[in-house]
């Protein structure tokens, strides 16, 4: 997923104390360029960045960043980010039935713990333990 969709925080944008950290990883992203080329990987990768987005929105998460395949997102309750990892997975998989030829897979990873805001991303031992 691209990181240019994802522009860079302001510190008072990133939610403080305790939150949900959520990472988002498409599985062997490189061999979906090798199937189907540059043009039908972005599709593809543009298909389900949208998704992902759209569903951020309605669990009000914070797109911290983007990674290139995936997303870091934060939320300021654990319960939101779950709701959010499970509506996202169903996404996925309904995705995947209607583009049997284009299937993806994506790991999703949660953490619940304190954040340091530096620099619009968020560091410490809650992000870097997902």
């Known amino acids: 997923m691209a990181d240019e ?3 860079p925080l302001t510190e008072s944008a990133l ?17 979906l360029y090798q199937q189907h080329g ?10 389900v960045e949208q998704c992902a ?3 951020i929105d ?4 914070i797109v911290v960043k983007g990674t290139g395949d995936g997303l870091m997102v934060a939320f300021q309750s654990a319960r939101r980010g779950v709701a959010y990892a499970r509506e ?12 049997p030829a284009q299937q993806v897979l994506m790991r999703i990873g949660l953490h619940t713990g304190e954040v340091v805001a530096q620099s619009g991303d968020l560091h ?7």
């Open 88 to 99: 996202l997975q169903l996404a996925v998989a309904d995705r995947n039935r209607g583009h």
């Open 15 to 31: 939610p403080e104390g305790t939150v949900t950290i959520l990472f988002t990883d498409l599985v062997d992203s490189t061999k």
């Open 53 to 55: 987005h759209e569903l």
């Open 38 to 47: 540059d043009d039908g990987a972005n599709l593809i990768l543009r298909e």
């Open 58 to 61: 309605r669990h009000r998460g």
């Open 5 to 7: 969709l994802v522009g």
């Open 124 to 130: 410490g031992e809650t992000v870097y333990i997902v």
